[in-house]
C-alpha cells in the first residue's frame, strides 16, 4: 500500500480557535509590560547595597554603580571591562538600567532573556569575576527590575508631548510617531525585538527615555557623538525622506524624553 492510495484524514480545524491565543502570546513578549513587577522591599533594599559595593567585584576595582550610576550610563564605553574608545572594535556602552523590567530581551545582542542571564555575564567579565551566593544574585536582579523609567514628566505615556510644548518638539513628535515607533515605542520607547539599522548585526532596539539626560556618546559602541548623529544615522538607515528641519524637530523632541 502506498500513502497515495490510503484514505487521507479529514484535516481537523479544531486549532483554529486558538490563533489569537497564539498572538496574545507573541505580543505580549514583544510589547513591554506596562505594570512594574511586585517585588520584595527587603530584597530590592539589599541588592541596591550590593550595586553600590565596590568590594563585591573581584578585584574590588569597581561596583555595578561605577559604569550604571544610578541606573543610568555613566558616558564610557567598554570592552570585557576595560574601557576603550569610543566605535572601537567590541566596544560596548552600558545600557541604562532604568525601566529595565520593560526593556527585554537584554545585552545589547539581545543574547540574554532576563536580568539574571545579564548578571551572569557582567559578575563574571565586567566585574571581573565577582563571587556572588544565588540569593545575593537575585536581590542584585530584584534591585535592577525595580529601577524605574526615567520620567521627565514632559511626554505623556502615548508619547506625545505635555502642552503647552514648542513647536519643534511637536513637529519632532509627529515625525517621531510616523517612523520611529515601530522600534521605540511610547511609554517605554523600546521593543523586544532586535533590529539590524546598519550598525553590525542585529541588536536591541535601546530605551530612548532619559535621553535628555545623557550627553552621550550613544549607539551600542558609543559610535555617535551627538544625539544629530544617531538621528541621522537612523534615518539614514530607514532610507527616510527627512530633511534637516524634520531631523531638528526630531532631536528636539527627544531631548523631552
Ligand atoms: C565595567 C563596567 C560595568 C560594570 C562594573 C557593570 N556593568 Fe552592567 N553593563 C555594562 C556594559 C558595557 C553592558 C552591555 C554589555 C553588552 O551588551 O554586551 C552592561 C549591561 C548590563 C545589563 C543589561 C541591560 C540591558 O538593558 O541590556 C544589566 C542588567 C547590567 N549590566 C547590570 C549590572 C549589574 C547589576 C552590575 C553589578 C553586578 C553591573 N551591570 C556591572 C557595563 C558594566
Ligand atoms: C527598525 C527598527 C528601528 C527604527 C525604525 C528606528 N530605530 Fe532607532 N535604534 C534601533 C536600534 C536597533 C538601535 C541601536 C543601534 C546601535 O546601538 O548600534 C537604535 C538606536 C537609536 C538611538 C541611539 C540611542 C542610544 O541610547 O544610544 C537613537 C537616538 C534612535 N535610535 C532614534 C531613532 C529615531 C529618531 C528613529 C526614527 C527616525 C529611529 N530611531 C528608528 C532601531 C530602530
Not at 545623557?214 to 532610507?239: C, F, I, Q, T
Given at each position: 500500500?502506498?500513502?497515495s492510495?490510503?484514505?487521507?484524514?479529514?484535516?481537523?480545524?479544531?486549532?483554529?480557535p486558538?490563533?489569537?491565543?497564539?498572538?496574545?502570546l507573541?505580543?505580549?513578549?514583544?510589547f513591554p509590560p506596562?505594570?512594574?513587577?511586585?517585588?520584595?522591599?527587603e530584597?530590592v533594599?539589599?541588592?541596591?547595597?550590593?550595586f553600590q559595593?565596590?568590594?563585591?567585584?573581584g578585584?574590588?576595582?569597581?561596583?555595578c554603580n561605577?559604569?550604571?550610576?544610578?541606573g543610568?550610563s555613566d558616558?564610557?564605553?567598554?570592552?570585557d571591562?576595560?574601557?576603550?574608545?569610543?566605535g572601537d572594535?567590541?566596544?560596548?556602552?552600558?545600557?541604562?538600567?532604568?525601566?529595565?523590567?520593560?526593556?527585554?530581551?537584554y545585552?545589547?545582542?539581545?543574547s540574554?532573556?532576563?536580568?539574571d542571564?545579564?548578571?551572569?555575564?557582567m559578575?563574571?567579565?565586567?566585574?571581573?569575576?565577582?563571587?556572588?551566593?544565588p540569593e545575593?544574585?537575585?536581590?542584585l536582579?530584584?534591585?535592577?527590575?525595580?529601577?524605574?523609567?526615567f520620567?521627565?514628566?514632559?511626554?505623556?505615556?502615548?508619547?506625545?508631548?505635555?502642552?503647552?510644548s514648542?513647536?519643534?518638539a511637536?513637529?519632532?513628535?509627529?515625525?517621531?510617531?510616523?517612523n520611529?515607533?515601530?522600534?521605540?515605542?511610547?511609554?517605554?520607547?523600546?521593543?523586544?525585538?532586535?533590529?539590524?539599522?546598519?550598525t553590525?548585526?542585529?541588536?536591541?532596539?535601546?530605551?530612548?527615555?532619559?535621553?535628555?539626560?545623557?550627553?552621550?556618546p550613544y549607539?551600542?559602541?558609543?559610535?555617535?557623538?551627538?544625539?544629530?548623529d544617531?538621528?541621522?544615522?537612523?534615518v539614514?538607515?530607514?532610507?527616510l525622506?527627512?530633511?534637516?528641519?524634520d531631523?531638528a524637530?526630531?532631536?528636539?523632541?527627544?531631548?523631552?524624553?
Amino acid at each position: 500500500m502506498t500513502w497515495s492510495n490510503r484514505a487521507r484524514p479529514r484535516r481537523s480545524t479544531a486549532w483554529l480557535p486558538l490563533v489569537p491565543f497564539a498572538a496574545l502570546l507573541a505580543c505580549v513578549k514583544i510589547f513591554p509590560p506596562l505594570d512594574a513587577p511586585v517585588l520584595d522591599a527587603e530584597l530590592v533594599q539589599r541588592g541596591q547595597k550590593m550595586f553600590q559595593d565596590p568590594s563585591l567585584s573581584g578585584d574590588r576595582s569597581r561596583a555595578c554603580n561605577t559604569c550604571h550610576p544610578g541606573g543610568a550610563s555613566d558616558g564610557n564605553v567598554y570592552r570585557d571591562g576595560e574601557p576603550v574608545r569610543a566605535g572601537d572594535a567590541g566596544a560596548r556602552r552600558p545600557p541604562q538600567l532604568r525601566g529595565a523590567w520593560q526593556s527585554a530581551p537584554y545585552l545589547w545582542d539581545g543574547s540574554a532573556g532576563s536580568v539574571d542571564e545579564a548578571l551572569e555575564r557582567m559578575l563574571r567579565v565586567e566585574m571581573r569575576g565577582a563571587a556572588v551566593r544565588p540569593e545575593d544574585r537575585e536581590a542584585l536582579a530584584a534591585y535592577v527590575l525595580s529601577i524605574p523609567p526615567f520620567d521627565s514628566g514632559r511626554i505623556q505615556p502615548d508619547g506625545s508631548p505635555v502642552e503647552p510644548s514648542t513647536p519643534g518638539a511637536s513637529r519632532g513628535w509627529a515625525v517621531f510617531r510616523d517612523n520611529c515607533t515601530l522600534c521605540h515605542r511610547p511609554p517605554s520607547f523600546t521593543i523586544g525585538l532586535r533590529f539590524d539599522v546598519g550598525t553590525g548585526g542585529k541588536l536591541s532596539s535601546p530605551s530612548l527615555r532619559g535621553l535628555s539626560q545623557s550627553r552621550g556618546p550613544y549607539g551600542h559602541d558609543g559610535r555617535w557623538a551627538s544625539l544629530e548623529d544617531a538621528v541621522k544615522a537612523m534615518v539614514e538607515n530607514r532610507e527616510l525622506a527627512l530633511g534637516e528641519h524634520d531631523i531638528a524637530s526630531l532631536v528636539e523632541y527627544l531631548r523631552l524624553l
